[in-house]
């Protein structure tokens, strides 16, 4: 989990809310596989079927508001997102994200969003919070994580994390 | 310390806590729904993959479960989840399961506060990201996801960043016509749909004073919509005899402290309030109902825990009265025991005589889930939280919040209408 590289999909907007990342008729559903079907299905159907095991996402601020769903980071996982670089995560989404162990909420500069396009190449490297941007050769400061969600991360969910 | 700070201090056994602080909390009450339950029994099958058993969960008795958003069972696969929630609760020894068709049940954040379920002074999660709503009784309520939840039922804890709390002193008497749905529309217009992320919102001033149990309940339940942590509200004469009506356990509130430290304090002077209503497609995107009364809609909503408590019943009864509805209009009372009063006070008369169709206690079209969902380019006036692109229904649906007497107004003419401008 130290070093992951993957290609991002680009979404600019801020505020992309739970119910576009799964919509709620697919709240009933738990298999996790067929939620990572309709991942971000509200904002384009087409994503399930564009993404690649181990990409990224980069997007606008505020992202996962709305709903508690765990349905919206396990969909977006399942589907194939190991990271998502935003400026900010609503308060739930990030907890769940890392709490279920599903995928890297990983916060960046507004600025370093504007440098980053759909279908780059990029380089996540956690332990010295910098991301490189391959495709462009840049590369970009992250947030580190705070102590105890960096410990959650490395335990892969609180599920497996000991006090 | 703020009431906030001093509960989670004191759940966590520290003297004091400041805003920024990471701390193992102990939890004293956990709800799941239909939704969240399958997803936390989910989580634990795939942890019993890896070679573990859960033979027991940390306390049966703080934990309780609702039937809310798929109720009555909308579909097989709906009812296969509620299957699956009965036998898991069985199992574990939840006694406290509202079941629908079996007595008192409703959607979980208004059972909280209708049976007491929560106390001042507690902390309180809930798998919803709507239970916000029970800290109008002074509590600590947050909501969680599944794995947290899950966590918890094992551990009896779970961890939190102390919040930084953002004050809104609401002032003067508040008008007839403006609900606390108005108050709360308006403030979230202003700090923005991420302008509470992570933080608490706290309310307090003269005007809380005025305000009943159900109608603080609205401004607690629509901080979520700001991306608070928890809403929150110091316990008072009212809380108290709203809960002596329902409960005889004793409880021990708690209050902040004169010198309680607020990031920022934002002041309203309520009796300058006109009606708001959320457009399409965010709860902060906000205007004067009388700005848009020109707006044509095909729906009129009323249910949710957010605007179908029996406050919200009484009002838009008293709107809807001799009168009838010029759209199709849905009432979905928010828990049985509402249902009932406003059946005998004769409010699901006044409703049916307007036109409108009442239905059963259930989250319903709130969340696009069943009993009323919107199709293309249908257009609704509701009393409910959320207004996102596909909220209730279809994704090119459109969503205009408002509190109860602005959609009873609507229901009348058709279009966005301000109560004052349909008055007898």
Same mark, same amino acid.
């Given at each position: 989990m130290i070093m992951m590289r993957g290609i991002v999909h680009k979404y600019k907007r801020a505020n992309i809310d739970t119910d576009v990342i799964i919509p709620g008729p697919y709240l009933k559903i738990h298999d996790h596989q067929e939620l990572a079907k309709h991942a971000m299905e509200g904002l384009d159907p087409q994503f399930s079927a564009k993404v690649g095991q181990g990409d990224f996402l980069v997007t606008g601020s505020n992202f996962g508001c709305g709903s508690s769903r765990e349905h919206a980071p396990i969909a977006l996982s399942y589907a194939g997102i190991k990271a998502i670089l935003a400026p900010s995560f609503a308060r739930i989404f990030y907890r769940n994200a890392v709490d279920g162990g599903y995928l890297l909420p990983i916060e960046i500069e507004e600025s370093t969003v504007d440098k980053i396009s759909d279908k780059d190449e990029v380089e996540i490297d956690i332990k010295h919070n910098r991301i490189v941007n391959l495709t462009i050769n840049e590369s970009y400061s992250m947030k580190p994580f705070p102590e105890l969600i960096a410990k959650i991360v490395e335990a892969g969910g609180l599920m497996n994390y000991k006090i | 310390?703020?009431?906030?700070?001093?509960?989670?201090?004191?759940?966590? @056994?520290?003297?004091?806590?400041?805003?920024?602080?990471?701390?193992?909390?102990?939890?004293?009450?956990?709800?799941?729904?239909?939704?969240?339950?399958?997803?936390?029994?989910?989580?634990?099958?795939?942890?019993?993959?890896?070679?573990?058993?859960?033979?027991?969960?940390?306390? *049966?008795?703080?934990?309780?479960?609702?039937?809310?958003?798929?109720? *009555?069972?909308?579909?097989?696969?709906?009812?296969?989840?509620?299957?699956?929630?009965?036998?898991?609760?069985?199992?574990?020894?939840?006694?406290?399961?509202?079941?629908?068709?079996?007595?008192?049940?409703?959607?979980?954040?208004?059972?909280?506060?209708?049976?007491?379920?929560?106390? *001042?002074?507690?902390?309180?999660?809930?798998?919803?990201?709507?239970?916000?709503?029970?800290?109008?009784?002074?509590?600590?309520?947050?909501?969680?996801?599944?794995?947290?939840?899950?966590?918890?039922?094992?551990?009896?804890?779970?961890?939190?960043?102390?919040?930084?709390?953002?004050?809104?002193?609401?002032?003067?008497?508040?008008?007839?016509?403006?609900?606390?749905? &108005?108050?709360?529309?308006?403030?979230?217009?202003?700090?923005?749909? &991420?302008?509470?992320?992570?933080?608490?919102?706290?309310? @307090?001033? @003269?005007?809380?004073?005025?305000?009943?149990?159900?109608?603080?309940?609205?401004?607690?339940?629509?901080?979520?919509?700001?991306?608070?942590?928890?809403?929150?509200i110091e316990p008072d004469a009212i809380t108290d005899a709203y809960l002596r009506k329902r409960t005889d356990t004793q409880y021990f509130p708690v209050l902040g402290d004169i010198d309680a430290e607020f990031s920022e304090t934002h002041t309203y002077e309520i009796d300058k309030?006109?009606?708001?209503?959320?457009?399409?497609?965010? *709860?902060?995107?906000?205007?004067?109902?009388?700005?848009?009364?020109?707006?044509?809609?095909?729906?009129?909503?009323?249910g949710s825990c957010t605007g179908a408590k029996l406050q919200d019943l009484r009002l838009a009864a008293n709107v809807l009265k001799g009168k009838k509805v010029k759209i199709r209009t849905e009432v979905l009372p928010a828990a049985q025991s509402i249902f009932m009063e406003a059946m005998r006070e004769g409010l699901l008369n006044v409703f049916l005589e307007a036109g409108a169709v009442i239905g059963p206690p259930t989250c319903g079209a709130c969340c696009g889930a069943h009993m009323g969902v919107l199709g293309k380019n249908e257009i609704c006036v509701s009393t409910t939280n959320r207004n996102f692109p596909g909220r209730m229904g279809h994704v090119e649906s459109q969503t205009y919040l408002a509190s109860p007497i602005v959609v009873a107004a609507s229901a009348l003419t058709g279009k966005i209408t301000d109560p004052r401008d349909v008055a007898n």
């Open positions: - | 310390m703020t009431i906030t700070e001093k509960i989670l201090a004191r759940a966590s @056994s520290k003297p004091t806590v400041v805003p920024g602080d990471v701390i193992f909390t102990r939890i004293d009450k956990v709800m799941m729904h239909d939704v969240s339950g399958p997803g936390v029994i989910k989580v634990f099958n795939e942890w019993e993959k890896k070679g573990k058993t859960l033979e027991r969960i940390w306390d *049966p008795n703080r934990v309780w479960v609702t039937e809310d958003h798929f109720v *009555p069972a909308a579909d097989i696969v709906s009812a296969q989840n509620i299957i699956t929630l009965s036998n898991w609760t069985k199992k574990f020894g939840i006694k406290k399961h509202f079941k629908y068709g079996m007595g008192q049940y409703g959607i979980c954040h208004t059972l909280s506060h209708e049976e007491a379920l929560v106390l *001042p002074g507690e902390v309180y999660v809930g798998g919803d990201s709507h239970t916000n709503t029970t800290g109008a009784l002074g509590a600590f309520a947050a909501g969680l996801g599944h794995t947290d939840i899950a966590y918890i039922l094992m551990n009896g804890q779970i961890w939190f960043k102390v919040p930084e709390t953002m004050m809104f002193k609401l002032m003067g008497k508040k008008p007839d016509y403006v609900m606390a749905k &108005d108050i709360i529309l308006k403030i979230i217009g202003d700090v923005g749909t &991420d302008g509470a992320n992570y933080k608490t919102m706290q309310f @307090s001033g @003269s005007a809380i004073k005025q305000l009943g149990m159900d109608e603080r309940l609205t401004l607690t339940n629509m901080t979520t919509e700001a991306g608070a942590k928890n809403g929150i309030l006109e009606p708001i209503v959320a457009k399409p497609f965010s *709860p902060g995107n906000v205007s004067a109902a009388r700005e848009l009364q020109g707006v044509e809609i095909d729906k009129a909503y009323i």
